[in-house]
């Protein structure tokens, strides 16, 4: 049996679990660590500027690409809270990260060691698992059994904290006879489906809503092919966004609160029958449950058994992974349909298409300076349908998700239910760098931009190219929407005369200089007849120097986006257009 140090063996079983990149900022606790990945190879570090911002990193970077686990990693005491964040974003998405953390030696936890805290206290609400190892020889199992949660069940995140005399000793550990565990994914049965199925198709308007869980399972192809072979339309959630094409004749909007389509939630009102799959009925996509659930029967399927009626309680709630659930669906709709028994509906199929083709809001505005929703319309036209567009919350999140076309499954990456402010930046690297072959273009509103805007010096030093669109109204204009119903407008102005740039005015932070200080490159676009070119302009100098690029959008100072407390009562505020069909 070989002999090496803990932390070597840990670095050779993060290999064998298929880790080849990971983000962090080293330290002295976490020093043993980046000694072995540099003494065995085979892991590529990129250095974030914030550990925050590296647990985004790796958050994007698990979004990206099915099969991925990204990794963060982190020396002792801050550097373990700075990561809180990350994990409760990943928690609350269902979003497999390790993120591992230095720690104290053994003999000093107790001693109010500099820079030692209980980080595994600390994120264990917001973690599936955090724990400190406390035997060198248990470091191995650990980390085993941290991929073997990560990955079965509801996906999660994992925090690791490895005190720095047990990465240091010597153990006994063969790489070679290293084997990943078996991955547990709960199933349903064909009884249990054939219920389910025989639910949907005694309904006369049926819908299904497909969630996050479909994406994470990677059966974005079942969902699709189970649609049509049934014929009922599919309303996705904010995370399942992109399961099916926004141009598939069964695609009938998103319906919620804020990220909606007014066809979206017209047709879920109308709709007798639910099929919920991989998604838990989030408070922004439901509103209030009377409403939500007025007069229509759900199914409910998910892979966390505590989720089934923990919004409310379902007509018929199954535990399964979304994707061996739509296999067996498949196959018992196939046979049916052999059989004569699924109807048509052509007349329901007809309505939700006559919604989606007329229901619509206004986007080719012309005014200067710009509405925000003409900059969405522009992206349509520009990028192409596999662009993936990177975003996290704020009025541009929430118009992105109202105007934006998307038409692959993990081309919308988005921080749905934590929605912490600066993940854009951080999140757009992590994916760009798990998949460089796709384009992507992150969204942000000035605020979040500013706050983790450091992060694009990472781009820079390791030659990450993507396009980030901030649209520019100098306010926390989500918050000062919010505040309307308070008769305020207060603490969220982030307005003023920018002594070294004067031809801002009241824009404030000159992002341009900034970024470019960074080691990026910035377009700025005034005109809504520029943005064509601007967006253009910025290809050409991402191609040219494989950096980040920012256009920089500037905005009316005030539009209020279309949102509502129910979603049968949206407030539009802005033009909507009823087209007869």
């Known amino acids: 049996m070989a002999k090496m140090r803990a932390i070597e063996a840990a670095v050779h079983i993060l290999i064998k679990e298929g880790v080849d990149t990971a983000f962090g900022v080293p330290g002295a606790a976490i020093n043993p660590l980046y000694a072995a990945m540099k003494k065995i190879g ?26 991925n686990i990204g990794v963060c990693i982190g020396t002792s005491g801050p550097a373990g809270t700075d990561m809180i964040t990350g994990l409760y974003s990943a928690a609350a998405d269902s979003i497999p990260i390790l993120c591992i953390t230095g720690q104290a030696p053994r003999s000093r936890l107790h001693k109010e060691d500099f820079q030692a805290v209980d980080i595994k206290e600390i994120a264990r609400p917001v973690a599936k698992w955090a724990t400190t190892v406390m035997e060198p020889a248990q470091l191995p199992g650990a980390l085993q059994q941290a991929f073997h949660l990560m990955r079965s069940g509801r996906p999660g995140p994992v925090l690791l904290d490895l005190p720095f005399d047990v990465q ?63 014929q009922v339309p599919v309303i996705p959630t904010l995370m399942g966004w992109g399961c ?16 909606s389509h007014r066809y979206g939630n017209a047709t879920l009102l109308a709709a007798d029958f639910v099929f919920g799959i991989g998604n838990r009925w989030a408070n922004r ?46 196959e018992i709709a196939r046979e049916w349909q052999e059989q004569g028994r ?58 992105a998700a109202q105007f934006l076309h998307v038409y692959h499954p993990r081309n919308w990456i988005n921080c749905g239910q934590a929605g912490p402010l600066g993940w854009t930046i951080p999140a757009a690297i992590g994916a760009k760098v798990a998949d460089p072959s796709t384009a992507v273009v992150a969204i942000s509103g ?133 087209l007869p069909v």
């Not at 590296?54 to 990206?64: L, V």
């Not at 099916?244 to 990220?259: E, K, S, V, W, Y």
């Not at 901030?470 to 919010?482: D, K, P």
Request: hydrophobic residues 45%.
């Open 342 to 399: 699924l109807p048509t509906r052509p007349q329901w199929l007809a309505g939700c298409q006559q919604r989606k083709n007329s229901m619509l809001r206004r986007s080719n505005h012309s005014d200067r300076p710009i509405k925000p929703m003409r900059v969405y319309e522009e992206m349509n036209r520009f990028f192409g349908k596999n662009t993936r567009y990177v975003s996290t919350i704020g009025l541009s999140q929430i118009a």
């Open 42 to 67: 085979g892991i590529r570090h990129l250095l974030a500027r914030h550990v925050e911002g590296a647990s985004h990193m790796a958050e994007g970077y698990t979004r990206a690409r099915a099969g």
């Open 285 to 330: 996509h439901t509103g209030s449950i009377d409403v939500y659930t007025a007069g229509r029967k759900f199914v409910h399927i998910d892979i966390e058994p505590t989720q089934i009626g923990r919004v409310f309680a379902p007509d018929f709630g199954i535990v399964s992974d979304a994707a061996s659930a739509l296999t067996l669906l498949i």
């Open 446 to 578: 000035d605020y979040d931009f500013q706050f983790m805007l450091e992060e694009l010096a990472v781009g820079a030093q390791f030659r990450v190219p993507y396009i980030h669109v901030l649209v520019n109204n100098s306010y926390l204009g989500l918050i000062r929407q919010a505040q309307r119903q308070f008769d305020i407008d207060y603490c969220v102005q982030l307005s003023f005369e920018n002594i070294n740039a004067p031809e801002l005015g009241s824009y404030g932070v000159d992002h341009v200089r900034v970024v470019e200080g960074l080691g990026c490159k910035a377009v700025r676009v005034r005109d809504p007849e520029q943005l064509a070119a601007g967006l253009a302009e910025a290809q050409q100098l991402m191609e040219l120097h494989a950096v980040p690029v920012v256009v920089e959008v500037i905005l009316e100072r005030v539009t209020n986006i279309a949102m509502g407390a129910e979603i049968n009562a949206i407030n539009e505020f802005e033009d909507i257009i009823d």
């Open 168 to 230: 240091m000793a010597e153990i006994d550990f063969d790489p070679e006879t290293y084997q990943p565990l078996g991955v547990f994914k709960p199933a349903a049965s064909r009884a249990q489906l054939e219920k389910a199925l025989a639910m949907l198709i005694e309904s006369e308007r049926p819908l299904i809503v497909a969630g996050g869980g479909v994406i994470n399972a990677n059966a974005s192809t079942l969902l699709t092919t189970f649609a049509e072979i049934v």
């Open 244 to 259: 099916i094409p926004d141009d598939h004749p069964l695609m009938a909007g998103m319906a919620g609160l804020q990220t």
